[in-house]
């Protein structure tokens, strides 16, 4: 059935390093895939987003990178900050286009630990 | 803030109980939708309204029914509740067809 998985459920770096989390998805007729951030006692935020005709895309100290050939997404963070400290999901569309855009599937999460 | 309220924000109740959960989209957004956090199943899309229609289903349970008002503000009503209906519901909104979703806090809801 349809999935979207997370490699690793925690990931502790260092202040200032790169984080990198990745992310498999199953679905080959997703094309839209999206990562959110959750904070403690939040709701989930977008960070970035990616469509299947890219295989990069950056914003501000984030990077999405894309590989339809595996089915494999990753988020990489750059110079990572405590504020960084939260749970990361990737997440997949396979109705982009349509009205159903937000209709995602979401991955089961990773935690990230920033140590001071 | 992401501008989506919900309430209340914990609700504790019984089981066999009926329980509604509020939501105010963002000012401007057609879209709401409904999800479930549970610690087993992660996020779980339940519903969709668009300006005031049903647009997409997930994996909501009968008992369970929601609605979208003329003023945008949805409802998600919880019948019947069952001890695993403990969880975390967000809703979220879209002013457009995107994958950006702005979630509110949520309403955490007990059952014993």
């Known amino acids: 059935g349809e999935s979207v998985g997370l490699h690793l459920p925690t990931l502790s770096v260092q202040e200032g390093d790169n984080s990198i989390i990745n992310c498999a998805y199953s679905n080959s007729a997703s094309d839209y895939f999206i990562w959110y951030k959750q904070e403690s006692g939040k709701g989930p935020q977008f960070i970035i987003d990616?469509?299947?005709?890219?295989d990069k895309r950056q914003g501000q100290r984030v990077t999405v990178l894309l590989n339809k050939t595996v089915k494999h997404l990753s988020l990489q963070i750059a110079a990572t900050q405590p504020g960084d400290s939260a749970v990361y999901f990737c997440?997949?569309?396979?109705?982009?286009?349509?009205?159903?855009?937000?209709?995602?599937?979401f991955g089961q999460g990773t935690t990230l630990q920033v140590k001071p | 803030d992401s501008g989506v309220t919900q309430t209340p924000k914990h609700l504790i109740t019984a089981t066999g109980q009926r329980v509604t959960l509020r939501c105010s989209p963002r000012?401007?957004?057609?879209?709401v939708y409904w999800y479930q956090q549970s610690l087993d199943q992660g996020l779980q899309f339940l519903i969709q309204y668009y300006n005031g229609e049903e647009r997409a289903k997930g994996n909501i349970l009968e008992r369970f029914s929601a609605q979208q008002f003329p003023d945008l503000h949805s409802e998600l009503n919880l019948s019947s509740l069952e001890l695993g209906d403990s969880a975390l519901y967000f809703c979220?909104?879209?002013?457009?067809?995107?994958?950006?979703?702005?979630f509110g806090e949520g309403s955490r809801l007990t059952v014993l």
């Open positions: 990616i469509r299947s005709n890219m």
């Open positions: 979220a909104s879209s002013p457009y067809n995107t994958g950006e979703l702005f």
């Open positions: 997440a997949e569309s396979p109705y982009s286009g349509s009205s159903n855009t937000g209709k995602l599937i």
């Open positions: 000012s401007g957004d057609l879209s």
